[in-house]
Nanobody, 120 residues
């Protein structure tokens, strides 16, 4: 089976920074697109940023210029560097990865989520 394990969340003051990590493990032949989503209380989960295996990135408008997504294809890990954090960034952050395990078609996997709270 495949697991995604996130780390790096926490409490930070407005204007501060956090770096989230998400490591994939298990039966992995190849990882395609990796992404970060967030879900605030009472709201739907929404895409924050994504990155293809080749390194092409995409961001939601609200985080452009503040967040940077990156990945290490050797370590099967995706990162989200979050700078200039705002209270409205407060949410549970989930990583998602499209993974091929060597048979059938690639499947999407989710991490367990990590809380990010931006507050003074």
């Amino acid at each position: 089976q495949v697991q995604l394990v996130e780390s790096g969340g926490g409490l930070v003051q407005p204007g501060g920074s956090l770096r989230l990590s998400c490591a994939a493990s298990g039966r992995i032949f190849s990882i395609y697109t990796m992404a970060w989503y967030h879900q605030a209380p009472g709201k739907q989960r929404e895409l924050v940023a994504s990155i293809t295996r080749g390194g092409s990135t995409n961001y939601v408008d609200s985080v452009k210029g503040r967040f940077t997504i990156s990945r290490d294809n050797v370590k099967n890990t995706v990162y989200l560097q979050m700078n200039s954090l705002k209270p409205e960034d407060t949410a549970v952050y989930y990583c998602n990865a499209e993974i091929y395990s060597g048979w059938g078609s690639p499947s999407g996997y989710w991490g367990q989520g990590t809380q990010v709270t931006v507050s003074s």
